[in-house]
């Protein structure tokens, strides 16, 4: 098991590397002059020479190779260099970000978790009952929306119209509760019918049936044989949801002007801030990599044979 | 499950609701702040929204400082006022010398920065030497290139030595930056404010009380304020990037005001307008939306095909239907409302005939059984880039392909981006483009500097013009002279050039938007197009 930990995690190394090639590659080859874009972006007229100073400033007027060796040993040392932008330490402006999109990545799990659980479970025990046709329209909206789109008719019913919640910002847990709901009800969607799939398929198992006969109560059938069984893939689904989570909130922070980490990346995008861009990449590739990771470690305690055929 | 996962599961669950009450239990704190911070009625505060942070507030730096805010905290020697009229400001008086590279300027007296130290011709100087210390950052603005040396003459006279007379000398020092005044307490030990300062200390009548980065800024009177204090005890500032969530916001009531050019789309602003419960309204010109012809492509040389595309196309009915009435149909290349450009000029009408005339005349026919004329063989075909990212851009992109596609004129549009546009442009690969003059209190001066001076690809895409040299020699002429009566005979000449020339279409007047709040009073657009709004603001019933 742990020769497998091992290999798993040494094979991070060249994983990580091919994340930041392609992100070098990406960045290098899109037609946009990283210093006419800060000009552009300062009101500043660009000269010939300022844009030249501001090349040699960035380091863009050395050659490729040299620019992405330099990128790979400064990554390598934890250094992921100064905004262009702001002049500030990148590293230091997305740990700073980091908590508001984790508090909303949290708070989304949570709460997609305590809807859909129950709710996938009692829709798969009352089968095309009210409650399992509801779950299966919720789950259709919830995967089929988009999230800008859900983002702001949320805005416009409980915040414009019912003037019940806030339209943007960060600071009470009223304002977490519209991105929390636009981010998990995608979540939602996915975990209810995973459930109900899966607790359908033990149903069908012969030791629900030989349960039953020993004359078990059914609800301590259900949930303490069913559901603690059927409720393993939607683990896995939570940890691989997280990496997507923490990366997947750039449109909602932007409509709820959330200060995380992904209105961040926005902004970098269209300033061109290539060293935010570049540790954005990165950072979400690694986060990825160790949910994956976590996820496969997670299985392998649950069932160790994985590590013998793995 | 076995057991294994059942405390693995439970773990989990424990470890999110813990990360999460813990997370909510921090936010409860700062939502105390943010509440106390948010203006109401009763405090005559205004709160407005902005796409970005407001920055470092450095007042001799660029980005990521946003020049409405840095406006608020700084001023200037000379203020740039309507038509541009340069009066007072922290500068009492000034005169030229006689061969106009000498500038003596009297400093108001009683003057205080924001911590209540003095403004003398010291602190003014030290402010210029910080900016000229990094000349190439500020390479870009004309006055920096001339710029000999300056001088304290006394406490309260402080005098500039240019190396050649320049007279836009003045309406350079109105910028919003480099060149306002940081307190001394604002400096960093080695006085180099290019990489940072201490405090954001001026002597404008607002002061940053309050700053959280990326969610709001907090602005309030500076009580050290030489000048009229403001009606309205703070300005609110909620940093909200998407347009439409700040119309929402608005309508919620949590925003008094949303200001600024392209801050919401013109479909959420007529909505706004036309709902009746909001007080809205349009600036004058702040600049001119134009087409950029290409005289360097064979095609385009031809005065009778240029005068044929501006010809061509319905101007009044693309703008109105485009820009929903919100831009104006520009007939002049600069609107009237700039120093020197009120100069009467035939605008070119649209007339379909005509253009048909034009392009006969220049030997563009349309052979039978096609639909682009063509000339030895040649077909009349041209190319429009525009910026795939501007709404407005495209729709009229696609407008002209329409309007020239029925006069014979194939034109082909590609989108690009900002950067990628700017690029082609100086490297003068293409046929058409946009272009945009810079608005108060950049223009006219920086508009004929363009015209003029290469590297910017305006003056490239003039190069075949008849009258290139002597075009190019009135604009240093008028950039150097020190007569203005001569100035005006030049600035006029110059445009009567261009416009008879049709090598810059204007199409629209870009103008400022504002919506408000009906207990917003008294609203005024600054002339300058880069200064706060809220001088002279009031807060009513």
Same mark, same amino acid.
């Given at each position: 098991?742990?020769?497998?930990?091992?290999?798993?995690?040494?094979?991070?190394?060249?994983?990580?590397?091919?994340?930041?090639?392609?992100?070098?590659?990406?960045?290098?080859?899109s037609p946009v002059d990283p210093a006419e874009a800060y000009l552009t972006a300062a009101h500043i007229h660009p000269?010939?020479?300022?844009?030249?100073?501001?090349?040699?400033?960035?380091?863009?007027?050395?050659?490729?190779?040299?620019?992405?060796?330099?990128?790979?040993?400064?990554?390598?040392?934890?250094?992921?260099?100064?905004?262009?932008l702001?002049?500030?330490?990148?590293?230091?402006?997305?740990?700073?970000?980091?908590?508001?999109?984790?508090?909303?990545?949290?708070?989304?799990?949570?709460?997609?978790? +305590?809807?859909?659980?129950?709710?996938?479970?009692?829709?798969?025990?009352?089968?095309? /009952?009210?409650?399992?046709?509801?779950?299966?329209?919720?789950?259709?909206?919830?995967? /089929?929306?988009?999230?800008f789109?859900?983002?702001?008719?949320?805005?416009?019913?409980?915040?414009?119209?019912?003037?019940?919640?806030?339209?943007?910002?960060?600071?009470?847990?009223?304002?977490?509760? +519209?991105?929390?709901?636009?981010?998990?009800?995608?979540?939602?969607?996915?975990?209810?019918?995973?459930? @109900?799939?899966?607790?359908?398929?033990?149903?069908?198992?012969?030791?629900?049936?030989?349960?039953?006969?020993?004359?078990?109560?059914? @609800?301590?059938?259900?949930?303490?044989?069913? +559901?603690?069984?059927?409720?393993?893939?939607?683990?896995?689904?939570?940890?691989?949801?997280?990496?997507?989570?923490?990366?997947?909130?750039i449109i909602?922070?932007q409509v709820?002007?959330?200060?995380?980490?992904?209105r961040?990346?926005v902004e970098a995008i269209f300033n061109r801030d290539?060293?935010?861009?570049?540790?954005?990449?990165?950072?979400?590739?690694? +986060?990825?990599?160790?949910?994956?990771?976590?996820?496969?470690?997670?299985?392998?305690?649950?069932?160790?044979?994985?590590?013998?055929?793995? | 499950? =076995?057991?294994?996962?059942?405390?693995?599961?439970?773990?989990?669950?424990?470890?999110?609701?813990?990360?999460?009450? %813990? #997370?909510?239990?921090?936010?409860?704190?700062?939502?105390?702040?943010?509440?106390?911070?948010?203006?109401?009625?009763?405090?005559?505060?205004?709160?407005?929204s902005w796409p970005r942070?407001?920055?470092?507030?450095?007042?001799?730096?660029?980005n990521p &400082?946003q020049l409405f805010?840095?406006?608020?905290?700084?001023?200037?020697?000379?203020?740039?006022?309507?038509?541009?009229?340069?009066?007072?400001?922290?500068?009492?008086?000034?005169?030229?010398?006689?061969?106009?590279?000498?500038?003596?300027?009297?400093?108001?007296?009683?003057?205080?920065?924001?911590?209540?130290?003095?403004?003398?011709?010291?602190?003014?100087? *030290?402010?210029?030497?910080?900016?000229?210390?990094?000349?190439?950052?500020?390479?870009?603005?004309?006055?920096?290139?001339?710029?000999? *040396?300056?001088?304290?003459?006394?406490?309260?006279?402080?005098?500039?030595?240019?190396?050649?007379?320049?007279?836009?000398? #003045?309406?350079?020092? &109105?910028?919003?930056?480099?060149?306002?005044?940081?307190?001394?307490?604002?400096?960093?030990?080695?006085?180099?404010? =290019?990489?940072?300062?201490?405090?954001?200390?001026?002597?404008?009548?607002?002061?940053? $009380?309050?700053?959280?980065?990326?969610?709001?800024?907090?602005?309030?009177?500076?009580?050290?304020?030489?000048?009229? =204090?403001?009606?309205?005890?703070?300005?609110?500032?909620?940093?909200i990037p998407d347009a439409e969530t700040r119309v929402? $916001?608005?309508?919620?009531?949590?925003?008094?005001?949303i200001y600024g050019e392209g801050v919401i789309s013109m479909d959420s602003f007529n909505q706004l307008r036309?709902?009746?419960?909001?007080?809205?309204?349009l600036s004058e010109p702040v600049g001119t939306r134009s087409l950029l012809l290409n005289?360097?492509?064979?095609?385009?040389?031809?005065?009778?095909?240029?005068?044929?595309l501006q010809?061509?196309f319905n101007k009044q009915a693309m703008v109105e239907g485009i820009t929903l009435g919100l831009e104006e149909k520009a007939?002049?290349i600069l609107s009237?409302?700039? !120093?020197?450009?009120?100069?009467?000029?035939?605008?070119?009408?649209?007339?379909?005939?005509?253009?048909? $005339? &034009?392009?006969?005349?220049?030997?563009?026919?349309?052979?039978?059984?096609?639909?682009?004329?063509?000339?030895?063989?040649?077909?009349?075909?041209l190319e429009l880039i525009y910026d795939k990212t501007d709404p407005i851009q495209k729709a009229m992109a696609e407008t002209l392909q329409a309007e020239w596609g029925?006069?014979?004129?194939?034109l082909n549009i590609t989108g690009l981006e900002l950067t990628a546009q700017i690029k082609r442009r100086k490297a003068g690969e293409f046929d058409i483009d946009f272009w945009y003059n810079y608005g108060a209190?950049y223009d006219?001066?920086s508009f004929?500097?363009v015209?003029?001076?290469?590297?910017w690809g305006v &003056?490239?895409a003039?190069?075949?013009?008849?009258?290139?040299?002597?075009?190019?020699?009135?604009?240093?002429?008028?950039?150097?002279?020190?007569?203005? %009566?001569?100035?005006?005979?030049?600035?006029?000449?110059?445009?009567?050039?261009?416009?008879?020339?049709?090598?810059i279409v204007p199409v629209s007047y870009i103008k400022k938007t504002v919506v408000?709040?009906?207990?917003?009073?008294?609203?005024?657009? !600054?002339?300058?197009r880069d200064?706060? !709004?809220?001088?002279?603001?009031?807060?009513?019933?």
């Open positions: 098991m742990v020769s497998y930990i091992g290999k798993r995690i040494l094979a991070v190394i060249p994983i990580v590397l091919f994340a930041i090639f392609v992100t070098f590659v990406l960045i290098r080859i000269t010939e020479e300022l844009l030249a100073q501001k090349r040699h400033e960035f380091g863009l007027d050395q050659p490729l190779y040299v620019q992405y060796f330099q990128t790979v040993i400064k990554i390598c040392r934890l250094d992921f260099g100064k905004s262009y702001t002049n500030e330490s990148v590293i230091d402006e997305i740990a700073a970000r980091i908590p508001a999109t984790l508090q909303l990545a949290v708070s989304s799990i949570v709460l997609a978790v +305590l809807i859909s659980i129950p709710l996938g479970f009692l829709s798969a025990v009352y089968k095309n /009952s009210l409650i399992d046709k509801f779950s299966r329209l919720l789950s259709f909206f919830g995967a /089929s929306i988009p999230q789109w859900l983002g702001y008719l949320l805005i416009f019913f409980f915040s414009v119209k019912l003037d019940l919640l806030p339209v943007e910002g960060r600071g009470s847990w009223e304002h977490l509760v +519209l991105p929390s709901v636009t981010l998990s009800l995608a979540l939602i969607a996915i975990y209810t019918r995973l459930l @109900r799939a899966s607790v359908l398929e033990q149903l069908q198992e012969s030791y629900v049936l030989y349960a039953r006969t020993r004359g078990l109560r059914e @609800r301590s059938i259900m949930l303490k044989h069913v +559901l603690k069984i059927a409720i393993a893939p939607v683990i896995t689904g939570l940890g691989m949801n997280m990496g997507k989570l923490m990366t997947g909130t909602v922070e709820f002007s959330w200060p995380g980490f992904g961040y990346f290539i060293p935010v861009i570049q540790s954005y990449v990165i950072f979400a590739a690694c +986060l990825f990599i160790l949910c994956n990771l976590i996820v496969d470690i997670l299985q392998l305690y649950m069932d160790p044979r994985i590590s013998v055929k793995g | 499950m =076995s057991n294994g996962g059942k405390r693995a599961f439970l773990l989990m669950v424990g470890i999110i609701l813990l990360v999460s009450t %813990a #997370l909510i239990g921090c936010t409860k704190q700062e939502h105390a702040t943010t509440v106390e911070q948010g203006a109401s009625p009763a405090e005559k505060g205004v709160t407005i942070d407001i920055g470092q507030m450095n007042p001799h730096t660029y &400082s805010a840095q406006s608020m905290i700084y001023e200037p020697l000379v203020s740039y006022k309507e038509g541009g009229k340069l009066e007072p400001l922290l500068a009492e008086s000034w005169s030229i010398s006689k061969d106009g590279k000498e500038y003596t300027f009297t400093l108001r007296k009683n003057v205080k920065f924001s911590d209540g130290t003095p403004f003398t011709a010291a602190i003014v100087k *030290k402010n210029f030497d910080a900016v000229m210390s990094n000349p190439k950052l500020h390479s870009w603005l004309g006055v920096i290139n001339v710029l000999d *040396k300056t001088e304290v003459v006394d406490e309260h006279t402080f005098k500039m030595i240019l190396k050649k007379p320049y007279y836009p000398t #003045l309406q350079d020092l &109105s910028l919003v930056r480099p060149v306002r005044f940081l307190g001394e307490a604002g400096f960093p030990d080695d006085g180099d404010t =290019s990489k940072g300062v201490k405090k954001p200390v001026g002597t404008g009548p607002w002061l940053l $009380a309050d700053y959280k980065k990326d969610e709001y800024a907090v602005f309030t009177r500076n009580p050290n304020y030489w000048g009229e =204090s403001p009606k309205i005890d703070k300005v609110t500032v909620k940093i929402m $916001a608005f309508e919620k009531g949590e925003l008094d005001l036309e709902s009746g419960k909001y007080g809205s309204e005289t360097t492509n064979e095609k385009l040389a031809d005065l009778r095909v240029r005068m044929a010809q061509g007939d002049n009237k409302n700039f !120093p020197y450009t009120n100069v009467e000029s035939k605008p070119v009408e649209y007339n379909v005939d005509k253009a048909i $005339a &034009s392009l006969e005349e220049a030997g563009w026919k349309l052979p039978a059984g096609k639909t682009v004329r063509e000339k030895d063989g040649l077909p009349l075909e029925a006069i014979g004129v194939k209190p006219p001066h004929i500097n015209v003029a001076e290469k590297g &003056s490239e003039h190069s075949r013009l008849p009258m290139k040299q002597e075009l190019d020699e009135k604009v240093r002429e008028a950039l150097a002279s020190t007569d203005e %009566a001569k100035r005006q005979q030049l600035y006029a000449s110059i445009l009567t050039t261009l416009q008879e020339q049709s090598a408000y709040q009906k207990n917003v009073k008294a609203f005024r657009f !600054p002339a300058n200064e706060h !709004p809220f001088d002279g603001i009031e807060f009513g019933e």
